[in-house]
C-alpha cells in the first residue's frame, strides 16, 4: 500500500522560497513517475511539475522560471522548491503519483496535501 | 495548453436518479500511438485529495463503484453516475493528459436536489 505525505512549513514570506517534502513510503520512487499539483483554497486543480527515476523533471511552463524538483532515492522523498512567491501561490499542494510504472499522469495515489500561506 | 471546460458548474440530482458531466477539451485528445483518449475523471470531497474515478476516457478504477461510468472520445467526454447516492456528493473534475501540461476542468458541484 503505498502512501505519500506532504510536510513543510505552512506559512511563508512572499518574495521568500517555498520548501516541501513528500515521503514516500510503500513504493520505490526510483520506479514511477511522481506529480506535485496545487490547488487554492475553493479553486481547481493545477499540475506543477513532475520528476522521475534519476531526477528527469518536467515543469509547467507557467511556474518554470521559479521551480525546482528533485529527489533523495536513498530517503524515498521527493522535493519542491518554488522561490520568490506570492500571494498567488498560496494553495494546498499535493503530492501525487500515477496507477503504475508506465503512468505518467493517471494520478491513483495522492498525498493529504498541505496548506500553505504566503504572507508577511 | 489544452483548455477543459466541463459543464454545468454545479448538478442538484436527487438521490437514485441518473448524473450526468460534461467535459470538452480545446483539442482532441486521441492519442496516435494506441487511439486511446488520454482523459480521466477525479471526484473530490471537502478536505480531501481528489480520488481518480476513470482514466482512458472509460476505464473504471479499481475498487470504484459501477453506478460511475465514463464515455466519449476525441474532444468530448461525459461522467455518468447511474443512481445518485448520497456519498456522491462531491466536487468532479475531468483531466486531460494528451499533452503536457496536464489540465484540469474547472470543476462540477453535484449536490442532493
Known amino acids: 500500500q503505498v502512501h505519500l505525505r506532504e510536510s513543510g512549513p505552512g506559512l511563508v514570506k512572499p518574495s521568500e522560497t517555498l520548501s516541501l517534502t513528500c515521503t514516500v513510503s510503500?513504493?520505490?520512487?526510483?520506479?514511477?513517475?511522481w506529480s506535485w499539483i496545487r490547488q487554492p483554497a475553493g479553486k481547481g486543480l493545477e499540475w506543477i511539475g513532475h520528476?522521475?527515476?534519476?531526477?528527469?523533471?518536467n515543469y509547467n511552463s507557467s511556474l518554470k522560471s521559479r521551480l525546482t524538483m528533485s529527489a533523495d532515492t536513498s530517503k524515498n522523498q521527493l522535493f519542491l522548491r518554488l522561490t520568490f512567491v506570492t500571494a498567488a501561490d498560496t494553495a494546498m499542494y499535493f503530492c501525487a503519483r500515477g496507477r503504475g510504472t508506465w503512468s505518467w499522469y493517471e494520478w491513483a495515489h495522492w498525498g493529504q496535501g498541505i496548506l500553505v500561506t504566503v504572507s508577511s | 495548453d489544452i483548455v477543459m471546460t466541463q459543464s454545468p458548474d454545479s448538478l442538484p440530482v436527487s438521490l437514485g436518479e441518473r448524473a450526468t458531466i460534461n467535459c470538452r477539451s480545446s483539442?482532441?485528445?486521441?492519442?496516435?500511438?494506441?487511439?486511446?483518449?488520454?482523459l480521466g475523471w477525479y471526484q473530490q470531497k471537502p478536505g480531501q485529495p481528489p480520488k481518480l474515478l476513470i482514466f482512458?476516457?472509460?476505464d473504471r478504477e479499481s475498487g470504484v463503484p459501477d453506478r460511475f461510468s465514463g464515455s466519449g472520445s476525441g474532444t468530448d467526454f461525459t461522467l455518468t453516475i447511474s443512481s445518485l447516492q448520497a456519498e456522491d456528493v462531491a466536487v468532479y473534475y475531468c483531466?486531460?493528459?494528451?499533452?503536457?501540461?496536464?489540465?484540469f476542468g474547472q470543476g462540477t458541484k453535484v449536490e442532493i436536489k
Open positions: 520528476i522521475y527515476g534519476s531526477g528527469n523533471t
Open positions: 510503500g513504493a520505490s520512487i526510483s520506479d514511477y513517475h
Open positions: 483531466q486531460q493528459y494528451h499533452s503536457i501540461p496536464p489540465t
Open positions: 482512458g476516457a472509460s
Open positions: 483539442q482532441s485528445l486521441i492519442s496516435t500511438s494506441d487511439n486511446l483518449s488520454y
